[in-house]
C-alpha cells in the first residue's frame, strides 16, 4: 500500500490545499491522517470537510485540539492562546464537522499488522514524543514495528536496530528513507498547518508500506492568505505571526 501521511493541519486551508494539491499528483492508494485537524487555524471547516472527502481508504486519530474544540477535554493543559482558538472553533464549526471532530478514534490505531498510527504516543495520545527516552519507553513497551506519529509538529525519525537506538530530524525539502526489515521506526511528517522546526513550508509524508520506503516533502504555500484569515477571524495574533517562522 502506498499511504499520504497529514498531520496537524490546525485548521490551515491555505497550506492543507497546497498540500493536497502537490499530493495528487502522485499516487497512492490510502490516507493516514495522525489528529489536530482544527485549532489554531481559520478554516476548521473547509479542512475538517476535506479530511471527510479523502475517504473510504482513510485512517484517523484524534489530536489533543480535536478533543478540546469537541468538548472530550477541558483545556485546562492548553495555553490562553490554544484555549481560545479552541472556543473560537467550537462555536465556527458546522454540526456535522463538529460531530466528525467529536467522533475521530482514540490511537494507537492498527492500519495493517506491522504499522500503526498515533498523535501523540502510542502509551498515551497526549504525550509528546522527543527525545531518545521517549522513543525507548515506547519501544519496550509497544511491540509495533512502524509507527507514525504527530503532536510535536517537528519532522523526524527514531529508529531502532538491535539495541543500537537513533534519531534524526527530517530536514530540506524532500528526502527517501528506507526502512530496515529488521528495524523497528517512530516516524513524525511533521506539521500540515503550524510548522515548528523554523521552516515555515508545510510538511507531509508518503509511505510505501511493501517497499518499506518513506518519503518527506516541504512545501511552500501562501502563508499571507493563512495569517489574513487568523486575522480577520479575531484569533489571537501570534498564530498568524507563528506561520511566517515555522517557530
Ligand atoms: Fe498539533
Redesign the pocket.
Known sequence: MRYLILS?M?ANWDAFEAVLRRARRKRFDAVLALG?LVGYGAAPNQVVEAVRRLGPRLWTVR?N?DKVVAGIDSGSNFNQTALAAAQWTTGRLTYANLRYVRDLPKGPVQVEPDLAICHGSPLDEDTYVFSDVDAWEIFSRFQMPVTFF??T?IPSLFWLEGRTLGLRALRGATGRIKLDPGGRYLINPG?IG?PRDRDPRAAYMTYDSERKVVRWYRIPYAVADAQRRIRRAGLPAPLADRLATGA
Open positions: 496537524d490546525h489536530d489530536g485540539h504527530g503532536h509538529h506539521s503550524q
